[in-house]
């Protein structure tokens, strides 16, 4: 059946988190790209933000100078920057990352088009809308000339965007290059997690939700637009899990056409010997670190469990995991010590100096305070979690059974107190906890049992309805237990009683449930997941076959062919052409390159009478419209006696104002971080930067 799909000749995919690591749609590319890799090889590209400044270097991006180094070239000249390399994940595919700073100063333009074309409603969107419209639609544009460039009508080409942040890409590519397959994917709705995120019940009232009207009640107009708009324009819509497509069909009126879970790679889980010492090694640092923070040797034996991911206090159910684990620390019978661990990025201010002397001199006498604390907190009094940790009254005391280690830092290695990955320290846990309320997916249910891990997740994600039809309980590997909108200390005390019985089971029930964990997440191995991407491509490029007739027809411009010294292989290159002014009107370049322009409406004249058309397409900038305006316009010009009047009487004034003398006297030296002569320099943000402008025109003219 797979091999019937119509597959592209080249595939793009969109995303703010390709190359920018900011939560599981990170984890999807990164981990889906080796497989679609094998397939495209260099024809499947990614296109990410780039966004990272200073002297620090994008760890996920890998540059490649000579890759495409001629279309870079290129483009730079049509206003765009974009950096070319590798992304380095498994199978370093091709990356393009994205500088949309430059059109920062035709935001209201860009705005105004996705509302005139499409009546995407930008009204209200704050500064992080707007920098998402502009990302993806400067990536709609990087796709259009990347076609224009190097590729015919004969190729077949998928374009994919991933969230409602990249949708403005998807509608570019609707309205100006109809040849190219689109693809949108939204991994959660706005509304949905909006509501959820505020405490507003979603599911069990679904059905009578209306989006248009919740967006405006919770102030996600703008975003919930620009999702709902792109979703019911491209050729193929899909989402991550069968709970999500109800809730688009009810959102966003339209219902995917693919529902596309999410897998993962096999490869980064350590088998046999390997295993089993990095599981070792994690079980120790985790033992290490919490008896150093809480004063006294916790057991080897413990019971290890954790729980991670965003920090949705609600959503990902961290709330009711803490009340979870009040409940299991008063039941009776409980023998023996569970150690909690709840991996949840916040407001850090890096490792606990105290705790690192202690690790250092392996000290555990007495308890730190905060004795459940790895890293200092910002605002720690309006910490969520730390708020319910003294609600619960979880005191990490030696006589109590339940014990909670609060982890607020990212775990990439070098977070200073367990200074181990994520994924090494998941492979020491004995169960894994996440009740999740508010879960599209859910990535670390599943990176738990790719790592042999046993879970807890509930009805209410996409991955635990995905699981129940082959997991019956815990002894399966998952046990998903059933949530609705007001059942929060039922699922609690439901969950300390899974955790109580596994607790008592025997080491061979505990390698039993550990294998089956394994047998379970291989059949969500990307091998066996990419054929629902194969048929998003083939539904896209099938609607793009029933619009031949609408296809963009373009000319391309001539190129040069260059035969290297080294090799007889003949590598193309696009020869731009700039046009050469006849030498009566020489001196519109004089003109052009002169600021003095900027502030005298008879030059701007002038320049529009050259051709009205173009001085328009290049958005009044005289020195693109000597480039863009043909030989032969020119040469009318040199014979167009009202405009050899104007142009002389111009120039005139032109060397008038040079040739002044400065006036004597003491110099004044002006410095501003912004000037604002024109639009066409994009040198100013606001008022500042005109007054700035002004001055120097001012100056100028003195």
């Known amino acids: 059946m797979v091999d019937s799909f119509l597959k592209p000749d080249y595939l793009f995919e969109t995303s703010w988190e390709v190359c920018n690591k900011m939560g599981g749609i990170h984890t999807v590319l990164a981990s889906k790209a080796n497989t679609l890799v094998q397939q495209y090889q260099d024809k499947l590209i990614f296109i990410g933000p780039d966004i990272w400044r200073g002297p620090q270097k994008n760890p996920e991006f890998i540059p490649d100078e000579k890759l495409y180094a001629d279309w870079v070239e290129f483009i730079q000249h049509e206003g765009f920057r974009v950096r070319v390399g590798k992304w380095n994940v498994p199978g370093l595919p091709t990356v393009f990352l994205v500088d949309f700073s430059t059109l920062v100063s035709q935001k209201n333009e860009i705005l105004s088009y996705l509302w005139e074309k499409f009546h995407v409603d930008s009204i209200s969107g704050h500064w992080d809308y707007v920098e998402s419209a502009l990302f993806g639609y400067a990536s709609g544009a990087i796709i259009e000339n990347f076609y224009k460039y190097y590729l015919t009508i004969s190729d077949k080409v998928v374009a994919h965007f991933n969230e409602w942040m990249t949708g403005s890409g998807a509608l570019y590519l609707k309205d100006k290059l109809p040849q190219v397959g689109t693809i949108f994917t939204t991994h959660a709705t706005v509304v949905g997690r909006s509501l959820s995120g505020n405490g507003i019940p979603v599911y069990d009232n679904l059905q009578n939700l209306d989006g248009d009207v919740k967006a405006q009640e919770i102030n996600v107009v703008a975003k919930h637009s620009m999702e709902k708009v792109t979703a019911n324009s491209v050729d193929c819509f899909t989402t991550v899990s069968d709970i999500t497509a109800t809730e688009c069909a009810q959102f966003l009126k339209r219902g995917v056409d693919v529902v596309t879970p999410n897998g993962f790679e096999s490869d980064f889980v350590p088998r046999g010997e390997d295993y089993d010492s990095k599981r070792e090694i994690a079980r120790k640092k985790l033992i290490e670190v919490a008896s150093a923070v809480m004063g006294y040797k916790v057991t080897n034996d413990a019971l290890l469990i954790a729980s991670s991911g ?393």
């Open 310 to 702: 965003r920090y949705e206090f609600r959503n990902k159910g961290a709330d009711v995991l803490l009340d979870a684990l009040k409940f299991l620390n008063e039941k009776e019978g409980l023998k023996r010590e569970i150690l909690a661990f709840v991996l949840i990025p916040a407001n850090t201010y890096g490792p606990r100096k105290d705790l690192i002397d202690r690790l250092k001199n392996d000290n555990y006498e007495g308890a730190l305070s905060n004795p459940f604390l790895t890293h200092g907190l910002n605002d720690l009094g309006y910490d969520p979690i730390i708020n319910k940790i003294q609600e619960i009254h979880l005191n990490n005391e030696p006589l109590e059974k339940v014990k909670l280690i609060f982890v607020p830092s990212y775990l990439n290695g070098d977070d200073g107190i367990f200074n181990i990955p994520y994924y090494d320290l998941l492979i020491g846990m004995d169960l894994t906890v996440f009740p999740s309320y508010y879960e599209p997916w859910g990535y670390t249910p599943l990176e738990s049992i790719a790592f042999g891990i046993p879970t807890i997740t509930t009805t209410l994600a996409g991955f635990g309805i995905w699981a129940k039809q082959y997991s019956k309980g815990l002894s399966d590997g998952v046990a998903i237990l059933y949530r609705n909108d007001v059942n929060q200390q039922e699922i609690a005390i439901e969950i300390a009683d899974v955790i109580c019985d596994f607790s008592f089971k025997s080491i061979e029930e505990v390698a039993k449930t550990h294998q089956k964990s394994f047998d379970l997440a291989a059949s969500l191995e990307w091998e066996n997941l990419i054929k629902n991407y194969y048929k998003a491509y083939d539904i896209a490029l099938k609607e793009v076959n029933n619009r031949k007739d609408q296809f963009s027809i373009f000319q391309r411009e001539p190129r040069a062919k260059v035969i290297s010294e080294t090799t007889s292989t003949p590598v193309w290159k696009k020869l731009v052409i700039k046009s050469k002014l006849p030498k009566r009107i020489a001196v519109l370049h004089e003109l052009a390159h002169n600021l003095w322009w900027t502030w005298n409406y008879q030059a701007t004249d002038l320049f529009e009478y050259i051709d009205e058309e173009v001085w328009e397409e290049v958005r009044k900038n005289p020195v693109m419209l000597l480039e863009k305006v043909s030989y032969s316009r020119f040469t009318e010009l040199s014979l167009d006696g009202v405009f050899l009047s104007m142009l002389d009487s111009l120039h005139e004034q032109f060397k008038e104002y040079m040739n002044t003398p400065f006036l004597e006297g003491a110099s004044i030296a002006y410095f501003s971080m912004e000037y604002g002569f024109n639009d066409v320099l994009k040198i100013f943000s606001g008022g500042l930067g005109i007054l700035a402008g002004d001055y120097l025109k001012e100056a100028s003219d003195k």
